[in-house]
């Protein structure tokens, strides 16, 4: 069945191009060119991925993550974001505000293609390993009922906290995770800490794991991703 992907974008052309290449590479494609109407597109026909502009007229394409991340009937759905400001920070924001990756401006619509079908197939690794209950990556194997990791050749007992970072990197590799998100991630919202908690734990987790550590990798000035397979 092909994936269908939805894009948001009030730019005509960026539409077209966006649309060619995606159909060339076997996807469907819908467009909408405001939040508004994203938001009804995506209750009424479900898409399978939103490609989210974040410049749009009226409701800014962060607002519109968000609006998408928080209702139930389109919380599911992965988010990419079209960035067109070049600053971290905005690409930080946007990973904030629940997107699943994110594209700066000017992109090359091959980049777009490959993005796309990374976030697609990630997701439905995750939807698989849930099922069974365990994660098997990059020669790790993460048992979730039992809460034990394995090795080829050895058990590696980690904390709960350790745990938890391991399993939410390991469920999506190739996302990154900003610090931030960490902390509330494993934490709650109610934490209020520096952000060399999250250093500490991730290092010890590293050393934990040993040679396979070196498969969470720091992406500078943002936080951490696990490298994808
Ligand atoms: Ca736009």
Known sequence: MQAKILIVEDERDIVELLRYNLQEAGFKTDYVRNGADALQRAIEEPPDLILLDLMLPEVDGLIVCRLLKS??????????????KREEEDRIRGLEH??????????????????????LRRLKVGRETEETQKIRTHGLTIDLDKHQVQTEDETIELTATEFKLLTLFARSPGRVFTREILMDVIWGQEYYGIDRTVDTHVSRLRRKLGDLGRHIETVHGVGYRFREV
Do not use: C, N
Not at 75 to 83: E, F, G
């Open 71 to 84: 209702d139930s009937r389109t919380k599911h759905v992965p988010i990419v974001m079209l960035t067109a």
């Open 98 to 119: 629940g997107a699943d990756d994110y594209i700066p401006k000017p992109f090359s619509p091959r980049e777009v293609v490959l993005r796309v079908a990374a976030v």
